[in-house]
Every structure is written in structure tokens, then in C-alpha cells.
């Protein structure tokens, strides 16, 4: 199932039903529909050297379009639920950083699945997350063991995966092959439950290894930097990084796996999915501290449920992984330039996360927001 | 024994007496009764449509009614002890915001009973929670075992029981066989030495299944979500949540379970002892980050031993249950409003909890709530 990001045809309620409320209702959504295809700019552009350019988008209006109305009627849960797929004996930064920013750009619940060794240290870092202590590393199971701690592991995780909106995984999860092995099923798993997965950190290793996972997949979203960029293009294309023609390579990137989601990292984080490349080139921060990569895959999910209901809801023909690349990488941006500007050469990951907030009521004011 | 919530009888000290300090002393109890009956207001009312309809209190008059006066003569204790029975493998936070809440509104000590697992992190959110590692999960007691490891689990808490106003059992204490048992046997413990409980989350499914542990016994307070109420609801009336006569049913509902008293959360909180229904509607937030419930049920353990205190020392005859409830949700209203102020969509649990003081400040000045 491949979603087109752009929107084909804006089915509407029936303007000519005589009722004033429908017919408000219905030019209210016809208004949004159009404010979001402008939000979106156009197709993918030629420079007058011939080469493709993306499009940088109006990522403040697309962010104000899909984040939820708050309402005192709606209940817990309805904000999105995140879990995120990571941590193990040497990593617990991550997987926290991911999570947290996920409940404080919005979200009702974060939960994080990592190893034993890992869950006491990433609990202790907030009483905010739901941490399971259900993921195992090879050097705690023997060899005989294997198949049946593999499927325990896959039993307490399906146990909640429906649940979840999003799927963040890869933030600090480590390269044990027993524990991607699990990772790998958890994938196809979500998968097949339409369960949207941003992929960053080690979960991109596991799947530059095992394209299969999500190729194909519209609610896969692939976050790579430079080098994971770099080793993504060298196994699909068979190529090198081409920086004169980023646009057309991390599009047929995006298509050579089969329409997933490609956010390339950037001095301009570039979007595609296959079909069109997006820019986002608002805000941003010129400090380089380890951590800022999982503040944006928590914002990514965040933002792409939010833009899956949005679209749901609105009954758009958009790509919410797209939309949510974008509005995801603009809030990182914004945050990222804050905390800059307040932290200067001494920010750090956590200073960024302490300004999720306050950029995301700079964009949509929370009395203001609506779907 | 099933407490009245309406005030029947003002046994007010002599007020012949000639003493004038006794003489002001008793126009001061009797004003403070009137005040005391007016703020709860009146009975149940009914809609022109013949629907029941609950009561809107005067939740911050309550609040400052039954609010002990701050003297240097007390001592350590006598602001209420509260302890928390959560906490396992999985859920830490949610036993830490309960107990912290409480120590935040007020209460001298905060003690938590938790699991061994559990014990470090929640100790490791915050030095000024007693936290008791005695609670046991099946997967570290060997069959065989079970009896004498669940006779030592309630000798542990047994030892503690007496000393405490109030126990709120539930937050994050997992769905674990064993460990509900103990905990069935906990309450049943409480029961017998009339302690007053409240119960929340994962209590909430131990007792929709075991009805008889709380049946009749009017210091319980249940505090059901949107999904908790509506599996009561099924398991107790047979029946499925109808929010037309929503009044009706939390009336029909309580009664049903001998009295106990239900705090339905929502958009308003509506408190039902099966006798009569009150609604708290002021202040809240639309935030729903998981995490306030268990606020929530701190607020109420606090409150209700607050209020049992006042009851009994200007021997009203209402129900503590139910004023502890009307003074918890009232709190934990006002407290979300304020973080949701400065905070807005990034608000989390620990906001609110930051805010739990300045909300009682503003309600009721140290200075000046009076016994």
C-alpha cells in the first residue's frame, strides 16, 4: 500500500446540502485541504542546469495543521501512544532522549522496550516512561535458549503492540545479532498491524543489512546521517554519495526501497518517499552534540501520527510519513536553535528537549491548534 | 458501616455554657458546619427532563475546611501518613508520582511498598519517599513456595499497617497472580484495622474481578479512567457506560458495591457514595499525559484522611470518602491547570506535581486554614 503524498482529490462532505453547518464545515475542510497542498509547495523543481531541486515547504503551516485540538473531552491515549524500540548494556541515553521528546512534544504515553541491564538505569532517568525490561543480548543466552527466549521477547512485546500509533526504532540498540534478530521479527510484526516504524541509529544497520524489512513499507521512515546515509546509498544504489545531485539520489533512494520514507539529516534535511523530495531548511543549530538525531526520530513519530489521523480524519490522499518527516524535522530545528541561542557552544541534547515546548507554542499556540 | 455524606445532626459542644471562649469556640464549629453543608450543596438534582443530576460543589471551600491548620506544636506525622502499595518490574514512575503527590499536598510521610526490582529506581526519583522492597512476583517464588513467601510479604506490610491514614493500592502495581493475591490480602488486612484505601490502575483490575474486597466497606474510593469505569460497569451492572444518565449509573454504581465511593474521572468528576452525587468540574487541563491519575489517587489519600480527621474532631456525620474525593479531584484540577498554563502541550506529570503546592496556596493559605 502506497500512499501518494500529494493530494489527488479532495473528496468533500456534499456542498450542496442546504444545511449552514455542514456547508461551513465542508469550505472549512475544502480551506485546509488547500492550505496544505500550498503548505507543500510544488512538484519537485529543475534548477536551469537541468538538475532536480526539492522543495522546501512551509513546514510552521504543516505543523499547525495536523497537531490536535486540545479538549478537555479527549482522553488518554488520544494525543498518541510512542514506544520506542532500544537501549541495552552500553546505550540508555537514546532510547530515553527519543521517548521523552515524544511526551514532551505532545504525546499521552512513551513507552521503551530495551534490554535488563538497560531498564533500572533509563526508568531511573524519568518517572515519565513506560520501561519494559523485555529485550535480551546474546551474552545472557545460550545457545539451546535461543528459540525460546527469541519468541518470550516477541510475546511481551506483541502483548502492547498494537496499542502503540508509532514505532521508533533503533536509539541505542546496540548491534548484538540475537537482539537484532528479535528487533528484525518485532519489525514485521508492527508491519503487519499497519504500525507506523521511524527507523534511526542501529535499526538503521539492521535494515541497510535486511532491506527487506521495510522496502515496500509507505509507514517506514529511515532517519540516516552522513555516514548512515552514506552506507544506505553505497548497499541500494551501488553508488557514492552525490552531494551535486542530493535531490534525484535520495529520491531513487526512496523509491529503490519501494516508497519508504527517506529524511537525510543536513545542513537542509531532505524528505522523499519516492515520488517528490521535500526541504526543510527553517531554524537549526550550528552544535553537533550526540543525542539530537533521537530527539528528531521521537519528533518524527510524534508528528506522523498526528498527520495519520489528520489525513484519516480529513480524508486527504497524503503520505503522513512525509508529513510527519517534515513537521518532525522542522520541530527538531526550531528547538535545536533555541537552545543555541540560549546554550550557545554548551548546549546539550537535554537543553534542546527542555525547548520542544516552548517551540511547538511558538508555531501553533496550544488554544489554537485544530484538526 | 455505611457513613452519610449529609451533615444530620450538628452535635455541637454545650452552647449554654457560659464561657465565652466555649461560647466562640461553639458559634465557630457551628458556622464552619454550616459553611461546611452549604459547600457541598444539595441533594441530587433533576433535569426537566426528569434525568437525575449531579451536584456541583463548592470543592475549594472543602478544601479549606478540612485542610489542618499548619501549628509548631504538632509533630511529625499528624498531617497524614500515606503509603502507596505499587510498584514491579514493569511500572515505577506511577507509584513515585502517587506518593510524591502526597508529601507535596502536605502529608508528613510518604511510604511506598513495592517489589524488589522496583524498589532502587523509585528510591532513586527522590530521597524523600520510604520505599520498602517486600512485594514478589511469580517469576522469582518457586511454587512450593508461594504460601511462606506470601505470609512474609503481608508480615512486612502488616508491621506497617496501623500507622497509616490512608493506602492507596494500585499504581503501577502490575497484573502479576501472586503479587495480587498479596495485595488481596493487604486490603483485606486494611480493611479490618479501617484504613481507609484508594484504588487505582492495575488495583482497579484486582478488584473489578474480586468485588468482595471492597464491597461495603465505606473507606474504599475507587478512581476508574474512561476504560476502568467502563469494564466496572459491565462487570458489576451488567450493563454498558450510558453518559445520558451518567449521574444515574456512578449513583446505581456505588450502590451496588455497598457504598463504596466512586470518583468517575472525566471532563467533569462526578463522586458517588450510592447515596448521593457530586460533580467537580473546576480548573482542569487538556492535557492527557499518563501520570495524573496516579496524582490523583495521592490527592484523594491525603484529603480523605484530611477530612476524616475534621469529621471526627467537629463530630459531623459525613462521609470522608466522599469529601476526601471532592478536595483530591479539586486539587489535581487546579494543579493541571497551572502546569498547563506555563507548559501548555509539553505539560508531563511532573509539572503537575511542581504546581501541587502553589494550587493549595492559592486555595488555602498556610496562614490562615484553621481546624
Not at 25 to 35: E, L
Not at 50 to 66: L, P, T
Not at 216 to 243: F, I
Amino acid at each position: 500500500m502506497l500512499m501518494k503524498h500529494v493530494v489527488m482529490n479532495c473528496r468533500l462532505p456534499l456542498l450542496s446540502c442546504a444545511n449552514n453547518c455542514m456547508l461551513l464545515a465542508s469550505s472549512s475542510v475544502f480551506r485546509r485541504q488547500k492550505f496544505f497542498i500550498r503548505s507543500l509547495g510544488g512538484s519537485i523543481d529543475y534548477h536551469k542546469t537541468g538538475k532536480m531541486q526539492s522543495v522546501e515547504v512551509d513546514a510552521e503551516n504543516i505543523i499547525r495543521i495536523i497537531t490536535p485540538a486540545l479538549d478537555q473531552s479527549r482522553h488518554k491515549g488520544q494525543a498518541g501512544k510512542i514506544a520506542v524500540i532500544g537501549g541495552c548494556r552500553e546505550y540508555t541515553g537514546a532510547p530515553y532522549f527519543a521517548a521523552i521528546s515524544a511526551l514532551k512534544i505532545g504525546a499521552d504515553l512513551s513507552h521503551v522496550f530495551c534490554t535488563k541491564d538497560a531498564a533500572p538505569v533509563i526508568k531511573s532517568y524519568s518517572p515519565e516512561l513506560i520501561v519494559h525490561p523485555v529485550l535480551e543480548e546474546s551474552y545472557s543466552v545460550r545457545e539451546e535458549d535461543k528459540k525460546i527466549i527469541a519468541s518470550k521477547v516477541l510475546g511481551e512485546v506483541d502483548k502492547w503492540l498494537e496499542r502503540f500509533d508509532c514505532l521508533v526504532v533503533g536509539p541505542g540498540l546496540g548491534r548484538d545479532p540475537f537482539l537484532l534478530d528479535c528487533v528484525s521479527e518485532i519489525i514485521r510484526h508492527a508491519r503487519k498491524s499497519n504500525i507506523p516504524i521511524v527507523i534511526d541509529g542501529d535499526g538503521l544497520f539492521l535494515v541497510t543489512n535486511h532491506l527487506e524489512l521495510v522496502s515496500g513499507y509507505a509507514l517506514a521512515v529511515l532517519t540516516p546521517n552522513v555516514n548512515e546515509y552514506k552506507r544506505l546509498v553505497q548497499k541500494v544504489l551501488s553508488s557514492e554519495v552525490n552531494n551535486d545531485d542530493a535531490t534525484q539520489q535520495v529520491l531513487s533512494l526512496a523509491k529503490q526501497i519501494g516508497g519508504v520514507t527517506i529524511l537525510r539529516k543536513g545542513k537542509s534535511d531532505l524528505i522523499s518517499d519516492g515520488d517528490t523530495v521535500k526541504s526543510v531548511s527553517i531554524y537549526g543549530s550550528p552544535r553537533r552534540c550526540g543525542g539530537q538525531g533521537d530527539i528528531l526520530s521521537g519528533s518524527v513519530a510524534v508528528f506522523l501520527s498526528w498527520a495519520r489521523q489528520h489525513i484519516e480524519a480529513a480524508d486527504l490522499d497524503s503520505n503522513p510519513a512525509v508529513i510527519g518527516s517534515i513537521a518532525g524535522s522542522a520541530m527538531m530545528r526550531k528547538a535545536a536553535s533555541l537552545a543555541f541561542s540560549n546554550k550557545k557552544r554548551s548546549t546539550v541534547t537535554g537543553d534542546i528537549i527542555e525547548c520542544l515546548g516552548k517551540s511547538l507554542e511558538d508555531i501553533c499556540p496550544a488554544g489554537s491548534c485544530s484538526l
